[in-house]
């Protein structure tokens, strides 16, 4: 199963019924990425941590069934270290739904940066199946 899938983000059409997150590279840092999945999720009240969205995004108890998709338009700016936590936080959580029928947790890339993910997954060591293909926009 390949977790992440590229496509042209702006071309993506989404269900209605479903939840969704858009990060762009407008999100400068952890506190203002954490602060776009609150925005979406209220996570706050666990804090304002790499832990707290762990949290929210293994629970979604509050959440009526549906899909939830984080749509990447391109990368947030983050530090090494917290680009490494994003990028494997994203795949745990898919792989965490993919055994619960409440939610599929979802992850768009534009293809743009396709490329860019790669070189860091390979820099860092992350060894998780990227999707070899573009898939086009639904």
């Given at each position: 199963?390949?977790?992440?899938?590229?496509?042209?983000?702006?071309?993506?059409?989404?269900?209605?019924?479903?939840?969704?997150?858009?990060?762009?590279?407008?999100?400068?840092?952890?506190k203002e990425l954490l602060q776009t999945?609150?925005?979406?999720?209220?996570?706050?009240?666990?804090?304002?941590?790499?832990?707290?969205?762990?949290?929210?995004?293994?629970?979604?108890?509050?959440?009526?069934?549906?899909?939830?998709?984080?749509?990447?338009?391109?990368?947030?700016?983050?530090?090494?270290?917290?680009?490494r936590i994003y990028l494997g936080s994203?795949?745990?959580?898919?792989?965490?739904?993919?055994?619960?029928?409440?939610?599929?947790?979802?992850?768009?890339?534009?293809?743009?940066?396709?490329?860019?993910?790669?070189?860091?997954?390979?820099?860092?060591?992350?060894?998780?199946?990227?999707?070899?293909?573009?898939e086009e926009g639904k």
């Amino acid at each position: 199963k390949m977790i992440y899938k590229f496509v042209d983000v702006n071309k993506l059409v989404l269900p209605k019924s479903c939840y969704s997150v858009y990060v762009d590279d407008h999100t400068h840092g952890k506190k203002e990425l954490l602060q776009t999945f609150n925005d979406r999720f209220h996570f706050n009240k666990w804090g304002w941590n790499w832990d707290a969205l762990d949290d929210v995004c293994r629970d979604f108890n509050w959440l009526k069934n549906g899909d939830i998709y984080v749509v990447n338009k391109s990368l947030p700016q983050l530090n090494n270290e917290d680009m490494r936590i994003y990028l494997g936080s994203l795949y745990t959580y898919s792989e965490f739904w993919d055994k619960y029928p409440e939610h599929n947790f979802i992850v768009y890339f534009d293809k743009s940066i396709r490329d860019e993910i790669y070189k860091f997954c390979e820099q860092y060591k992350m060894s998780f199946p990227l999707s070899s293909e573009v898939e086009e926009g639904k």
